[in-house]
């Protein structure tokens, strides 16, 4: 992985074996906001939408362009993620005209901490912790965590609803480790990250009691760092779809 972050246009290149992916976009200066989990284990949203270019790469085919958008969040830990992270599920809404980041992260003492950037035509709605306002519903089964079903939140004049759909991709993080390694890493925790389809509806307050609507499909990470308690480790949920990173 190669990153270029100097200047507004941000260039990463990612490459494995025959395959590559080139990413170009014009993003933010600097952080547009940035948090903490417990005090710990921080994070920058460094872009909440912007317009990319993507060049996909590969040794049995020339090279094909397409445009849509990204995100970019960054997060850093002086120890392992999974002192201060059990699971954690990110919403990405890449409008042209509202780019919104939703993250809420429990904690292994069972805390939940939740973070939302709202931007509209390069001015911040909201940046901060909706509070009580937002609701996060989860399909809790016997044979592990549950995936997410449901979100709601309303902050400074934006509500939200959002379905969790469909399985986009899912990948054990430790799979590509040595076989010694994965087992070192085991002691510790179990990771699954996981993408979802999440249809989403917004309703923004644009001022004089006009409101305007927002519909469409955002994007869902769901991350599980889980910590072995005992010499068990908790089970991730189950996954219908596995693919490599």
């Known amino acids: ?9 941000r260039r990463f290149e990612v490459g494995k074996d025959d395959l590559g992916v080139d990413l170009e976009f014009v993003g933010s200066a600097g952080p547009v906001s940035s948090g903490s989990v417990a005090g710990r284990c921080p994070f920058e949203v460094l872009e909440p939408s912007a317009p990319a270019t993507v060049r996909l790469r590969s ?10 958008r990204v995100a970019l969040t ?14 954690r ?10 780019g919104v980041y939703f993250s809420q992260t429990q904690a292994p003492d069972g ?12 001015r ?6 909706p509070g009580g306002e937002s609701t996060l519903r989860w399909n809790e ?21 959002v379905r969790f759909g469909a399985e986009l991709a899912g990948v054990d993080p430790t799979d590509r480790l040595p076989r010694p390694m994965q087992w070192l890493v085991a002691a510790r925790t179990r990771p699954r990250l996981t993408w979802l389809r999440a249809p989403f509806e917004i309703s923004l ?10 519909a469409g499909e955002a994007v869902a990470k769901v991350s599980y760092i889980t910590r072995c308690r005992e010499g068990v480790c908790p089970r991730a949920w189950p996954s219908t779809r596995r693919s490599s990173p």
């Open 1 to 9: 992985i190669a990153l270029e972050p100097g200047g507004p246009t």
């Open 59 to 68: 040794a049995a085919a020339p090279p094909v362009a397409t445009q849509g």
């Open 74 to 87: 960054h997060r850093w830990t002086t120890g392992l993620e999974a002192g201060c992270v059990l699971r």
């Open 89 to 98: 599920v990110e919403v990405f809404v890449l409008e042209p005209e509202l």
């Open 111 to 122: 805390s939940l901490h939740r973070w939302l950037v709202a931007r509209r035509g390069g």
């Open 124 to 129: 911040i709605l909201f940046q901060g912790d």
């Open 141 to 161: 089964t016997e044979e592990g965590f549950g995936a997410p079903l449901s979100l709601r939140f309303d902050a400074a004049g934006l509500a939200a609803r």
């Open 205 to 214: 307050d644009t001022g004089g009691g006009v409101r305007r609507s927002f």
